[in-house]
């Protein structure tokens, strides 16, 4: 609405009209009644109105104009009203409209109720009643103004506060503080702005010191007219002195009430001060761990806090006899049970630990404030009491069975008999345990190893008691004649022999090459056959389904149908077939039912049908493929086409004379060079897994395990054919993919694997898996990409890289625990013994140079456990070799969950 209106511009549609015939017909001027006009009743308005209210007044409104005011369609008459301040000035002038019930003819009166909203700012207006017609004009406001007060909804009042008796600076404190709603809105304890209780610290001239206090939530909706006596946490300053605590509401995110009730307070500076009682004592033995009772009174003016920032705990300080050197400081803490309040006492049993070695002493009991100060240095004198303390061990050695001679740090067992003949138990765990552990010397007697190999005691040993420890050593890199003391360790403390306690002694012969001990056979990678093995057998636990098998194995996989186009499968050189049987330049081609001879990519085009038992012969005459009826001797084709093979009966099984074998499906033979014959299978994938599966697993074992080498092959072929490209064959018939024996290699047991699993393969994101699998992985599958993706840093460091998400490292206890009907699994552990010529030509061969063998790291492991990469270190420098390559493929070795220790 145009402000002009508002400024007395109203419009008066009669008088201008008047005017207008007036002087069209130039006639005298005739005065009338306004066209837009009223007189405005109000019985009553509020006195005070709440910001933010919406408060209804009735108004009594009579036309005292000449045109009916209509109360709907096109510029519909409203009342509304204007806001002014005191002086006159509009503050609203567009106020909420209210539409009349009805039309309002002239002379006619209505009753009107007008919805009111307030100023958003608190203080004394005038309100005024208008109507008015939307889109043209105001009418006059009503002649009388109304005094209204507009207050904020969130008043406050706070009752009488009695401030504590004790005050401390810095102390928390809760306080009653009485607390009434006197505003009209309910105040929220909830929600996106609650109304909480705080306050305020101001100094004696009324400068804020603290502005934004600790907030106490009310708990509940506050409503109007109630009082509530709420505990609120009140922080005192953190200097001593004279405050005002100016208690206040405050609307979260909005605004404080800003109405105070001041309480003054005096701060006192804090005092820490205790008093200490202690128990008997008695002898100790070094480094034990023991309780004393500690009865320990506030004498200070500040609570003990036992929790939060600066909690107060119980400690003590160990100093010589005389009192005068510290030998150690910081004690082990204990906790207060609860907060101690001034004068308050509490017993507690103090954790001490024994120095370490044997001698008088004097244990000083202290307090301290965590992150502040120790009470001691704060003017409270603390306890003291003389300690006793004694070894109390003793350890008598009987045989062993160390080996004398060993590689280069190479790590042997060894079982070392002793009896504890001290006073005192050997604790084999908690925080200082006893070891087993050794020194190592060399022929002139200089410490080689001083901090040797820990092995953990089988079980607390009793003074008296003679146990039997397993232990693992590690020889010293260099070759040469050592002496290895065996010694006990009480981790932390000291060395058994520190005390004068005898070691055992052995001699070692140390020659130069290592001794690996390594679990599995193959790469670790998908898929253990050993394990699946054990998983369906129950090994360790429940048996397992094949489905559950395949899928602990590969997590994330699921099951998929099998590709609808057919596998190929290389038969000729270089494939072997996994029996050193190849196919080089010629094939010789028969079948119980018969074979016709067509043209591959035409095979409409037939060249010739053989009988049953007829042989065809396909060779290669220099770099043209030739086809021979061996019946006749006739040459039934010459040229360079991709010839097939079909037979005629597809229930009976093609033989081809070299791989000595027979295959289910066709065959693709064409030239793959001069002299060089090129032969595919192409079979359905189910036909496949039947002369994969009994290729790639030894006989006897559970149905189960065969069905998840069904998968896993026909899994992995899959995946070799999508991203064949246009190659002939997808796959070979070696370890190079899978061993492929045809029907020849066929069984009752997987055909039946093999049928359970018709039809399906697994897959990621519907795609095939690369399922690969080995035969043993020592306990642990490990990512591909910590095998074959290793990357190498600046540093020549390497590191796992990308990996399949179904091909990450997965705990296989089955594998080291599965048993076959051979007996267990043999490949769970075992040990090779390289000399340094075989290491350096390995080292060799890989391309390096090191000189001489020095010692071999197998540190640099996986998440599943196998070794990453190995760095071996000769005379002449060190190198970092990938260990899949190096381990397997250099040294032979069977698996590269390998170390040089027995584990």
Not at 653 to 680: C, H, M, W
Request: aromatic share 10%; with cysteine; hydrophobic share 40%.
């Amino acid at each position: 609405m145009a402000h002009a209106l508002h400024l007395r511009l109203v419009v008066r549609l009669a008088f201008v009209l008047t005017l207008v015939v007036a002087a069209s017909v130039q006639a005298q001027t005739v005065s009338a009644a306004p066209e837009l006009a009223a007189i405005y009743t109000v019985a009553s308005t509020p006195p005070t109105l709440p910001i933010g209210n919406v408060v209804s007044v009735a108004v009594s409104i009579t036309n005292t104009g000449t045109a009916t005011w209509n109360s709907s369609g096109a510029n519909l008459v409203d009342l509304s009203y204007h806001w002014y301040d005191t002086t006159g000035k509009a503050v609203v002038w567009d106020g909420l409209r209210s539409p009349l019930s009805a039309n309002v003819p002239p002379t006619g009166t209505i009753a009107a109720t007008a919805q009111v909203v307030p100023p958003t700012a608190a203080g004394t207006y005038l309100l005024r009643f208008a109507l008015v017609k939307e889109g043209v004009g105001w009418f006059d406001p009503e002649a009388a103004a109304h005094t209204v007060a507009v207050v904020s909804p969130f008043q406050v009042s706070f009752g009488q506060v009695t401030p504590p008796a004790s005050f401390v600076a810095g102390g928390t404190y809760t306080i009653a503080v009485p607390v009434t709603n006197s505003g009209t809105s309910i105040w929220n304890a909830t929600g996106a702005n609650p109304i909480q209780l705080s306050y305020h610290w101001l100094d004696p001239a009324g400068n804020g010191v603290v502005w934004d206090g600790v907030r106490t939530p009310l708990g509940a909706d506050f409503a109007p007219g109630t009082t509530r006596t709420i505990s609120a946490t009140i922080v005192a300053p953190i200097n001593a002195g004279t405050y005002s605590l100016a208690l206040d509401m405050v609307k979260e995110g909005m605004a404080w009430f800003g109405q105070w009730s001041r309480v003054p307070m005096t701060a006192q500076p804090p005092t820490y001060k205790a008093s200490y009682t202690l128990g008997a004592t008695t002898n100790a033995y070094i480094a034990e761990s023991r309780t004393l009772p500690v009865t320990i009174g506030n004498a200070g003016n500040v609570p003990w806090s036992s929790l939060g920032t600066n909690p107060v705990k119980l400690s003590y300080h160990w100093f010589d006899a005389s009192g005068t050197k510290v030998v150690n400081w910081d004690g082990v803490r204990t906790l207060l049970p609860a907060n101690v309040d001034p004068g308050a006492n509490t017993t507690l049993q103090m954790a001490v630990v024994m120095p370490k070695l044997p001698g008088s002493y004097l244990l000083q009991v202290d307090l301290v404030r965590e992150g502040m100060a120790w009470f001691s240095t704060l003017g409270s004198a603390p306890a003291s009491v003389s300690f006793m303390v004694i070894t109390g061990l003793g350890a008598s050695w009987g045989g062993d069975t160390a080996p004398t001679s060993m590689t280069n740090n190479s790590g042997y067992p060894a079982s070392l008999t002793v009896t504890n003949s001290g006073q005192r138990p050997w604790a084999s765990g908690g925080a200082n345990p006893v070891h087993l552990a050794y020194h190592v010397y060399g022929s002139g007697g200089d410490v080689v190893v001083w901090d040797g190999n820990r092995s953990a005691l089988p079980k607390d040993v009793a003074p008296g008691e003679t146990v039997t420890i397993n232990a693992v050593a590690y020889a010293p890199g260099s070759s040469g004649s050592y002496s290895v003391k065996w010694d006990l360790v009480q981790e932390g403390v000291s060395w058994f022999s520190a005390y004068g306690i005898a070691t055992k002694n052995d001699p070692l012969q140390v020659f130069p090459g290592v001794t690996i001990y390594g679990k599995g056979w193959g790469h670790g990678v998908g898929l253990s056959q050993w394990g699946a093995q054990g998983w369906a057998t129950g090994a360790t636990g429940p048996a397992l389904t094949a489905d559950q098998i395949v899928t602990r194995y590969f997590p994330g996989a699921t099951f998929g149908p099998v590709p609808t186009k057919p596998l190929h499968v290389l038969l000729s050189s270089p494939s072997t077939g996994c029996n050193a049987r190849s196919i080089y330049n010629i094939a010789q081609m028969r079948s119980a039912g018969g074979i016709r001879v067509v043209k591959w990519w035409s095979p409409s085009t037939v060249i010739l049908n053989a009988s049953p038992g007829q042989t065809v012969r396909v060779f290669m005459s220099g770099s043209t493929l030739q086809i021979m009826d061996e019946w006749s001797g006739r040459i039934l084709y010459s040229g360079a086409e991709t010839i097939g093979i079909v037979p005629l009966d597809a229930t009976k099984p093609i033989t081809i004379d070299q791989k000595n074998r027979s295959y289910r499906g066709a065959f693709a033979v064409e030239s793959a060079g001069y002299l060089s014959l090129r032969v595919v299978n192409e079979l359905g994938w189910d036909d496949y897994a039947r002369g994969s599966v009994p290729s790639e697993m030894l006989m006897g074992w559970h149905i189960n395990a065969y069905e998840s080498q069904a998968y896993s092959a026909k899994s992995y072929a899959a995946w070799r054919q999508s991203s064949n490209g246009s190659r002939l064959w997808d796959v070979r018939d070696d370890t190079s993919d899978q061993c492929y024996g045809g029907v020849s290699a066929e069984t009752p047991i997987a055909n039946d694997a093999v049928t359970a699993t018709a039809g399906r393969m697994l897959v990621y994101n519907g795609a095939p898996i690369r399922a690969y699998y080995s035969s043993s992985n020592g306990g642990a599958t490990e990512p591909n990409g910590c095998v074959w993706n290793v990357v190498r840093d600046s540093s020549g460091r390497y590191s796992c890289g990308s990996s399949d998400p179904y091909l990450q490292a997965v705990p296989d206890p089955a594998d080291v625990a599965a048993v076959g009907p051979s007996g267990p699994n043999p490949q769970r552990a075992w040990t090779v013994t390289l000399a340094s010529w075989q290491i350096e030509s390995a080292v060799s061969r890989s391309g390096y140079y090191i000189g001489s063998f020095i010692s071999l790291d197998l540190s640099n492991v996986g998440p599943g456990g196998h070794v990453i990469s190995v760095r071996v270190r000769g005379t002449g420098g060190s190198v970092e070799l990938a260990a899949d390559s190096f381990l397997r493929g250099k040294l032979g070795l069977k698996s590269t969950m390998a170390r040089t220790a027995p584990f």
